[in-house]
């Protein structure tokens, strides 16, 4: 978008929002601007971490996992 473009659309949405009545679309706006979203943290985690979350999710479709007592009788001389 070129930067008057930009401009025009912010001018818009700050008449828009002198115009709302509806206390939820301005309570949203506010959490909006308060807090913003954060980035995926997909894209912040390693290569290799992605592979083993990718090898873990194949583990559970082909059905090679432990049901959590099992897991947990297993290990828990180490819990």
């Known amino acids: 978008m070129a930067a008057l473009n930009i401009e025009k659309e ?6 828009w929002v002198t115009n709302l009545k509806d206390n939820t679309a301005i ?10 979203r954060k980035a995926d ?7 290799e971490e992605k592979l083993a979350i990718d090898a873990g999710i194949a583990d559970i479709k082909a ?3 432990k049901p959590h007592k099992e897991a947990k009788k297993l290990y828990e001389k180490w819990l």
Do not use: F
């Open 27 to 36: 309570e949203r706006l506010r959490m909006l601007r308060t807090h913003p």
């Open 10 to 15: 912010k001018l818009e949405i700050i008449k």
């Open 63 to 65: 059905g090679r996992v």
């Open 41 to 47: 943290w997909w894209n912040e985690i390693t290569e």
